[in-house]
């Protein structure tokens, strides 16, 4: 069974530029959650999404962040336009309950330079 | 809300000593807790979880953590590490809501060097 998969693995862009990431999850799991690292310190979380629809958002930082999840499959989080501080690991996680086992991507890091 | 300390960034040991990395946590509802393991260039992989029933949890490559919640604890522990151990370590917990999902709260994370 394919685990969850995150791309691009890596991405560097210029303050200002646009970029989407996206996140395949796990065949079936309805809840899909955005977290990030900045920096090596904690990771935290952005948000949670419920099939298509957005249960949680509290964690996105500001209105430069935009993440969607049509059909309740696939899920992209766009950052337009990128500032230095939104460099860091992106990690998207996926679950069939919530509170239960979450199962991670391998995160793409974003560098912006 | 709740916030997690992992108080050592890095731990160093010998292989086939044993290791303890140290969690805490602060909640103000009832938590599930889980320590996940991020090998280089991986994902986060699940260690152990406790969701209810008994506070010692043994989770996947002999590694085991106990709740303690008078201490509001969840240490994680290895009698014997192996090279293959040496890996960053990150607690976390979610607050326990009835129906309806729940984020992870995580810790910095304890970066492990187990040495020859």
């Known amino acids: 069974e394919a685990g969850v998969t995150q791309f691009p693995s890596h991405s560097v862009i210029e303050k200002g530029q646009t970029v989407t990431l996206r996140c395949d999850p796990i065949s079936g799991h309805d809840n899909l959650y955005w977290y990030r690292r900045v920096m090596g310190k904690e990771i935290k979380f952005l948000l949670h999404?419920?099939?298509?629809?957005?249960?949680?958002e509290s964690g996105m930082p500001n209105n430069r962040f935009l993440a969607e999840r049509t059909g309740g499959t696939y899920s992209t989080l766009k950052v337009q336009p990128a500032e230095l501080e939104d460099s860091g690991v992106y990690f998207c996680?996926?679950?069939?309950?919530?509170?239960?086992?979450?199962?991670f991507g391998q995160g793409t890091r974003l560098t912006v330079v | 809300a709740q916030s997690v300390t992992q108080l050592d960034s890095q731990v160093p040991v010998f292989e086939e000593a044993p290791v303890e990395l140290r969690c805490n946590y602060s909640s103000s509802v009832s938590v599930y807790l889980f320590w996940y393991v991020q090998y280089p260039n991986q994902g986060l992989q699940l260690l152990l979880k406790y969701l209810s029933g008994s506070t010692l949890v043994k989770g996947i490559n002999g590694f085991e953590a106990e709740f303690n919640k008078s201490q509001t604890s969840f240490h994680l522990r290895k009698p014997s590490v192996h090279i293959s151990d040496t890996a960053e370590y990150f607690c976390?917990?979610?607050?326990?809501?009835?129906?309806?999902?729940?984020?992870?709260?995580f810790g910095t994370g304890t970066q492990l060097k187990v040495e020859l």
């Open positions: 999404f419920v099939k298509e629809s957005k249960q949680d």
């Open positions: 976390a917990v979610s607050g326990i809501l009835t129906g309806g999902g729940n984020k992870l709260t």
């Open positions: 996680a996926t679950g069939i309950q919530p509170n239960t086992e979450a199962f």
